[in-house]
């Protein structure tokens, strides 16, 4: 369960930012950057033991961890996603964030809107709910801060789902049925234009949650996906209720150069809308991380199977003509 206490927070040392700067020079030595960066191009023999250590409080316990205080303003964005990237594989494995194949993606205000069906909300300026990502830990490095707005929000799934077993159990074992959630446009070739996720599972004695309420809501545009019931409606607004409860929720005010790693099983994470600098350097710009952690305990059978998907689509993707 999360809790309101600042130990879930890192702030850098001068002697592990010193580290970082020695791994990126490394890779840098190699000719390396960004994605082509393997672990062993990135060594943290000292900095390392504290992302071991955060893997296991993400994975296996409070389910989010923060380190703060990487001084992006003295690296070009390049640098600092280098960085980011090689932090990321002393933690899990990368994976694909979508049927492009991306590994290191950019949450940034692109001008869209969410009316676009084929546009997610990350890619807006929009409020972002409660929501999960598609693999174990979502890793998130920031890089600019918006003018005003763009606070985040972390709750545990987990300790809203053991309120509702004693305030709304009825509503609860609705969450545990499948929803229609819609890719969004993102979806393999020849396939339907959404799926069906539960957003509970339980697995082999373990809970986890896996929740994208705008996408939901979203996916009743299709005529062939069945109404939301009211009973279904009633579960989604104590959820989320819940979710926004003070009991429950913990708020942060990101800074430039904080990495966050959320455990997409037991954690939700939201953001609130903002409005962004004209300069275009200096608008807000996170990088995103997807990681699979050999550390994680569980994984239902369906959220497998979405991760699969996605690798396999992508690889595909990769592999036609001209990409």
């Known amino acids: 369960m999360l809790e309101a206490t600042k130990d879930w927070i890192h702030e850098l040392t001068p002697a592990e930012i010193d580290e970082l700067d020695a791994g990126l020079a490394h890779a840098k030595s190699k000719g390396l950057s960004g994605t082509q960066v393997t672990r062993d191009d990135f060594p943290l023999p000292t900095l390392g033991q ?6 296991d409080e993400v994975s296996r316990g409070r389910g989010l961890f923060l380190i703060r205080g990487l001084p992006v303003r003295n690296y070009s964005k390049e640098d600092a996603s280098t960085i980011f ?12 964030q979508n049927l ?53 929000h972390f709750v545990s799934s987990m300790a809203v789902h053991d309120e ?37 599972t339980r697995h082999e004695g373990h809970v986890s949650s896996f929740y994208l309420g705008e996408y939901i809501e979203s996916a009743q545009r299709f005529d062939e996906v069945p109404k939301l019931t009211q009973r279904q409606r009633e579960a989604l607004e104590c959820f989320e209720s819940l979710c926004w409860d003070d009991e429950f929720r913990i708020d942060l005010e990101q800074q430039p150069g904080d990495m966050s790693f959320i455990s997409n099983l037991v954690t939700l994470h939201s953001r609130e ?3 962004d600098f004209d300069d275009p350097e200096e608008m807000r710009h996170l990088r995103r991380l997807w990681l ?28 036609q003509p001209g990409t």
């Not at 504290?50 to 893997?55: C, Q, S």
């Not at 990237?85 to 694909?96: E, I, K, L, N, Q």
Request: one cysteine or more.
């Open 273 to 275: 809308a903002f409005e």
């Open 50 to 55: 504290l992302l071991d250590w955060a893997n």
């Open 85 to 96: 990237w090689g932090v990321g594989t002393h933690v899990g494995s990368p994976w694909p």
């Open 100 to 152: 492009n194949g991306d590994l290191l993606g950019n949450i940034c205000d692109t001008g869209k809107k969410p009316d676009d069906a084929n546009v997610r909300y990350y890619q807006t300026n929009e409020k972002l709910g409660f929501h999960t990502d598609g693999a174990d830990i979502v890793a998130l490095l920031c890089l600019r801060v918006s003018r005003s707005g763009g606070g985040n």
């Open 292 to 319: 699979a952690s050999t550390k994680t305990p569980h994984r239902s059978p369906l959220l497998q199977f979405l991760y699969e998907t996605r690798i396999g689509e992508a690889k595909k993707e990769m592999a």
């Open 164 to 200: 509702m077993v004693q305030t709304a159990p009825d509503l609860l074992q609705c969450l545990y049925e499948p929803f229609c959630v819609d890719w969004r446009g993102d979806q393999a070739r020849g396939a339907k234009p959404y799926y069906t996720m539960p957003i509970f």
